[in-house]
T-cell receptor
Framework: DQQVKQNSPSLSVQEGRISILNCDYT??????FLWYKKYPAEGPTFLIS?????DKNEDGRFTVFLNKSAKHLSLHIVPSQPGDSAVYFC?????????FGTGTSLTVIP | KAGVTQTPRYLIKTRGQQVTLSCSPI?????VSWYQQTPGQGLQFLFE???????NKGNFPGRFSGRQFSNSRSEMNVSTLELGDSALYLC?????????????FGPGTRLTVL
C-alpha cells in the first residue's frame, strides 16, 4: 500500500531549464510534506518542506507546490544545474507516520 | 561535527540467519529513525527511537526490531532473514522526536540476503 507515489522513475532536462518532479499521496491526514535529495552512496539530505496550511514554499532555485484537493505536490527546480542530478524523494508525515515515495532520478544534461 | 555513521556498510547473509546493524547519531541527537530502501518500494519507515524508547513504528513484521542505548546509539535487528530483506538500510538522527525536516541520514548499510 503505497501512500506516497512518484510515478516518474526518471526525468532528464537540459541545463538551465526547469525540472518538475511530481508526487501524489493518498492519505488526507498528512499535514507536512518534504523533499529529499540523494546522491549515490550517500544518505538522503533534506531539501525543502511545506506545511499543509500553505500552497507554496520557495527556497532559492527550489519551489514546492502543494495542491491539497488533488493530493499532489511538486518540486520545481529552476534553473536546473548538472549538480542537481540525483534521486529525489518526496515524503509525507502525519498522525505519527512518515512515508517516502519511491524516488525520481533526475539527470540534468549540460 | 561528525555525521551519522552506520556499520557495517555492506553485509551478506543467507536466508534464515539474523543480522544486527548499528547506527551512531550525530552528537547531541537523541532521536534515531530507521528506514528500508528497495527499488520497488522506495524508502519505508521502520521505526523511531527517542530516549531509549520506541516512539513510532512502521508497517513491518516483528522480525524487525530495534533498540537504543543511553548514548543514543541504536541497533536494528532482523531475524530469520528472507530474500526480500535485501535492501539498503538507512538510519537518520535528529535532535527531537518527529523532526523530519532536520533529520540527518547516514550512508546506509547494504544488506544482501542469499
Amino acid at each position: 500500500d503505497q501512500q506516497v507515489k512518484q510515478n516518474s522513475p526518471s526525468l532528464s532536462v537540459q541545463e538551465g531549464r526547469i525540472s518538475i518532479l511530481n508526487c501524489d499521496y493518498t492519505n488526507s491526514m498528512f499535514d507536512y510534506f518534504l523533499w529529499y535529495k540523494k546522491y549515490p552512496a550517500e544518505g538522503p539530505t533534506f531539501l525543502i518542506s511545506i506545511s499543509s496550511i500553505k500552497d507554496k514554499n520557495e527556497d532559492g532555485r527550489f519551489t514546492v507546490f502543494l495542491n491539497k484537493s488533488a493530493k499532489h505536490l511538486s518540486l520545481h527546480i529552476v534553473p536546473s544545474q548538472p549538480g542537481d542530478s540525483a534521486v529525489y524523494f518526496c515524503a509525507a508525515s502525519g498522525s505519527n507516520q512518515f512515508y517516502f515515495g519511491t524516488g525520481t532520478s533526475l539527470t540534468v544534461i549540460p | 561535527k561528525a555525521g551519522v555513521t552506520q556499520t557495517p556498510r555492506y553485509l551478506i547473509k543467507t536466508r534464515g540467519q539474523q543480522v544486527t546493524l548499528s547506527c551512531s547519531p550525530i552528537s547531541g541527537h537523541r532521536s534515531v529513525s530507521w528506514y528500508q530502501q528497495t527499488p520497488g518500494q522506495g524508502l519505508q519507515f521502520l521505526f523511531e527511537y527517542f530516549s531509549e524508547t520506541q516512539r513510532n513504528k512502521g508497517n513491518f513484521p516483528g522480525r524487525f526490531s530495534g533498540r537504543q542505548f543511553s548514548n543514543s546509539r541504536s541497533e536494528m535487528n532482523v531475524s530469520t532473514l528472507e530474500l526480500g530483506d535485501s535492501a539498503l538500510y538507512l538510519c537518520a538522527s535528529s535532535l527531537a522526536s518527529g523532526d523530519t525536516d532536520t533529520q540527518y541520514f547516514g550512508p546506509g548499510t547494504r544488506l544482501t540476503v542469499l
